[in-house]
């Protein structure tokens, strides 16, 4: 069983929407980070946007004012909307969680990774 699993994505033209999804009920209930980053091809792996324990979020510049994180902790779920994409969002996204758990017990989780492919 996967303890972090994705879902959404897909294929839209640019300017369109997608949303993202991240459910990571099998963790241990700490407190936690919840992040998304995403790798395009014949690139590394880059930071999209992070929701802290404290529910405060980050993004990077390129998505700014162009995505959404939120969380559901009862459900342990994190999503990424994404509006006005563009082909420069094409990229495979993945989610990670940062859990912890008590002093020096860190653990971080991955999902598995969706295709986001967007055509100009």
């Known amino acids: 069983v996967r303890p972090v699993v994705q879902s959404g994505g897909g294929s839209v033209q640019a300017g369109g929407s997608l949303r993202l999804s991240c459910e990571y009920r099998?963790?241990?209930?700490?407190?936690?980070?919840t992040a998304w980053y995403r790798q395009a091809p014949g690139k590394e792996r880059e930071f999209v946007s992070i929701?802290?324990?404290?529910?405060?979020?980050k993004y990077a510049d390129s998505v700014k004012g162009r995505f959404t994180i939120s969380r559901h902790n009862a459900e342990a779920t994190v999503n990424l909307q994404m509006n006005s994409l563009n082909a420069e969002d094409t990229a495979m996204y993945y989610c990670?969680?940062?859990?912890?758990?008590?002093?020096?017990?860190?653990?971080?989780?991955w999902g598995q990774g969706t295709q986001v492919t967007v055509s100009s």
């Open positions: 929701m802290e324990n404290d529910g405060s979020a």
């Open positions: 990670k969680i940062d859990l912890y758990c008590g002093h020096s017990d860190h653990a971080g989780y």
């Open positions: 099998a963790l241990r209930k700490c407190e936690h980070e």
